[in-house]
């Protein structure tokens, strides 16, 4: 069969290609985020320019649609449907979205961060927790890269690459960001992290009820980071810098008192407690100590490898669950790979380092947003007939932002205006359509 030919024409109805907008109006009206906002005193503003909750709203919808750049705002400026769901009177141009954000900085750092944390209370299905009824707060520096560039604030990060190295706070096993903080390339992850931890929990509070497990890598090994957690009344798991431990010794420690097991040829790992003093504080730590003589590739070993993990802990739970707990941590790279990737946000749009922390924060929301949409639409999934579900490859637990991009935000439907009132048509036979129906109705009677 040959392919078909074709006739290209235009028609006069009105076509959108992300329909997804509308759920980003939904859940961004059902918060004070424009009020609190317009709250704010601006003084020096001219009479009749476009509002600032316009400004960060139609920056929120680009970062929704993975556009980050301000350039991309052109291409929106007589979208009625980014327009109309978003709430927006006038949209900005180019120029005028980078000047004003430019202006804003990071004067709106709190009402942004409660707001998306208002946002997750209000219209999360659920936190999932990690052990008993305790949700897990992942805490961590992740490297943007921005090498090439000369933006103010970018340095050599500890990934051997030039760029910022932000700092953030997910909640529960979805993955909710709670914090994000833009640091220079060239700064310490610990530097500033005491107080970061704190301004976490507290926002972590407005959304949970739940016990929090505050779980941390080595570079945030330092006493005042458990401190704020005792103080907080949360639980930490914190891996250890063994700093200039001996291997041999934790390692006659390990065979001592440790549990023993034997993997493969090779190989024994040692798992056990033990305490160790830390600022004249008696902390219980957790060790894993693997010693191989044979490579996993069979080849024999002339000096023994000897792997050391240690981590502090107050769990009341066995060695093996605590590692396993840590282990745990690492999914937080996949949210960090979402944020980079997904929502296409590391190389920041701006020069100016205020600007691009007023960035991360909006994407913040955005990705907030995003994860929304993911989580209530496996949620509703589950409450339709066969014969509606959207096609899945597989059962999953937590939907990549990627995926929520293009299966919900670029639906193409037409915009109807009748009887004084905005609708959406949508294609018949589209597979999504249900699961996105229901979706955006949760989110809009919540």
């Known amino acids: 069969m040959k392919p078909v030919k074709f006739l290209v024409s235009e028609s006069r109805n009105v076509l959108v290609s992300h329909t997804g907008m509308a759920m980003v109006g939904a859940l961004l009206g059902g918060t004070k985020f424009g009020r609190r906002v317009d709250a704010v005193d601006r003084k020096g503003c001219r009479n009749g320019r476009i509002p600032d909750r316009d400004i960060q709203a139609a920056m929120i919808g680009l970062l929704c649609l993975a556009k980050p750049d301000f350039a991309a705002i052109e291409g929106f400026r007589d979208d009625?449907?980014?327009?109309?769901?978003?709430?927006?009177?006038?949209?900005?141009?180019?120029?005028?979205?980078?000047?004003?954000?430019?202006?804003?900085g990071v004067a709106n750092e709190e009402i942004i961060l409660e707001t998306s944390a208002e946002m997750v209370k209000r219209f999360a299905p659920a936190i999932s927790p990690c052990w008993g009824d305790m949700a897990p707060l992942d805490l961590d520096v992740s490297p943007f890269d921005n090498s090439g560039s000369k933006k103010e604030g970018v340095g050599w990060t500890y990934k051997k690459v030039v760029?910022?190295?932000?700092?953030?706070a997910y909640l529960g096993a979805e993955g909710y960001t709670v914090n994000a903080e833009l640091r220079k390339g060239t700064q310490h992850c610990q530097k500033g992290t005491p107080e970061f931890l704190k301004r976490s929990l507290e926002l972590a509070g407005l959304i949970t009820d739940r016990e929090i497990l505050v779980r941390m890598d080595s570079g945030n090994d330092d006493i005042k980071n458990i401190d704020?957690?005792?103080?907080?009344?949360?639980?930490?798991?914190?891996?250890?810098?063994?700093?200039?431990?001996?291997?041999?010794?934790?390692?006659t420690e390990a065979q001592a008192f440790g549990t023993w097991s034997h993997p493969r040829e090779g190989k024994e790992v040692y798992r056990g407690e033990t305490h160790r003093e830390r600022d004249g504080k008696?902390?219980?730590?957790?060790?894993?100590?693997?010693?191989?003589?044979?490579?996993?590739?069979?080849?024999?070993?002339?000096?023994?490898?000897?792997?050391?993990?240690?981590?502090?802990?107050?769990?009341?739970?066995?060695?093996?669950?605590i590692i396993a707990l840590y282990r745990d941590h690492g999914t937080s790279e996949q949210f960090h790979s979402e944020l980079k990737t997904d929502m296409d946000l590391e190389r920041l749009p701006s020069g100016k380092f205020d600007t691009n922390a007023l960035v991360l924060q909006l994407a913040v929301?955005?990705?907030?947003?995003?994860?929304?949409?993911?989580?209530?639409?496996?949620?509703?999934?589950?409450?339709?007939?066969?014969?509606?579900?959207?096609?899945?490859?597989?059962?999953?637990?937590?939907?990549?932002?990627?995926?929520?991009?293009?299966?919900?935000?670029?639906?193409?439907?037409?915009?109807?205006?009748?009887?004084?009132?905005?609708?959406?048509?949508?294609?018949?036979?589209?597979?999504?359509?249900?699961?996105?129906s229901e979706t955006y109705a949760a989110f809009c009677y919540s």
């Not at 109309?84 to 954000?101: A, D, N």
């Not at 760029?163 to 953030?168: C, E, L, R, V």
């Not at 907080?232 to 431990?245: C, D, G, M, Q, S």
Request: aromatic share 10%; glycine share 4%.
């Open 228 to 251: 704020v957690c005792r103080k907080a009344k949360a639980h930490w798991i914190v891996k250890r810098n063994l700093r200039k431990e001996s291997p041999d010794e934790w390692l």
């Open 163 to 168: 760029g910022y190295a932000p700092n953030f």
């Open 282 to 321: 008696l902390l219980r730590v957790i060790f894993e100590v693997t010693r191989r003589t044979v490579a996993a590739d069979g080849q024999l070993l002339l000096v023994p490898e000897i792997e050391i993990d240690t981590y502090w802990s107050d769990l009341n739970a066995t060695p093996e669950e």
């Open 365 to 436: 929301i955005a990705y907030n947003i995003l994860r929304l949409m993911g989580q209530s639409s496996l949620t509703l999934q589950a409450f339709l007939p066969n014969d509606l579900k959207a096609p899945m490859r597989k059962k999953v637990k937590r939907r990549r932002l990627r995926s929520v991009i293009q299966d919900m935000m670029y639906i193409a439907a037409q915009l109807v205006y009748h009887g004084r009132k905005w609708g959406l048509a949508f294609g018949r036979g589209n597979p999504w359509l249900p699961v996105w």
């Open 80 to 104: 009625m449907c980014f327009k109309q769901s978003v709430g927006i009177k006038r949209m900005p141009s180019e120029e005028t979205l980078r000047q004003r954000l430019d202006e804003t």
